[in-house]
């Protein structure tokens, strides 16, 4: 019993004494409140290869071309042309009829069609991480392009 009584009068001293404040975690809530550095988004600018149109690979060689505000489409001899305009991941087109051509006595392949109703249509860029990769999509499908 003894035993008992001095262990209880240690318990009620150590409780009764100084003890150290307790380290307040860290708030992450500080870091919060910062503002995200927000990350450049990719452009188009530059030189692409139309891999797909609406998720079927293009058979033929058809290029994509970026430069300052012009874009265009080229399957051989045949080009159609637009004006764009990116601002992050929302991109425009118009077209451009001034800057596009076709071969002698020939018109655009159907995939070139298609390819070109995407691009008149898109109104987001998708990339994928490192940019290499950028898919357009909007109201007349789907086009995917890779940096050249």
Do not use: H
Request: net charge neutral; with cysteine; glycine share 8%.
């Amino acid at each position: 019993m003894r035993r008992f009584l001095a262990v209880a009068v240690l318990l009620s001293i150590a409780a009764c004494g100084k003890q150290e404040p307790a380290v307040a975690p860290a708030n992450d809530s500080a870091a919060a409140e910062q503002p995200a550095v927000e990350q450049p988004a990719p452009v188009l600018e530059g030189q692409w290869t139309v891999a797909a149109v609406d998720g079927r690979p293009t058979g033929a060689a058809m290029t994509a071309s970026f430069a300052g505000d012009k874009a265009s489409i080229s399957a051989g001899c045949v080009r159609r042309a637009w004006t764009y305009t990116q601002k992050r991941n929302i991109v425009s087109f118009a077209a451009n009829p001034a800057g596009s051509s076709n071969c002698e006595g020939q018109g655009a392949s159907a995939q070139l069609a298609t390819a070109s109703d995407a691009l008149q249509e898109a109104s987001i860029a998708i990339f994928n991480k490192d940019g290499s990769e950028a898919t357009l999509s909007g109201t007349g499908g789907n086009l995917t392009l890779q940096r050249r």
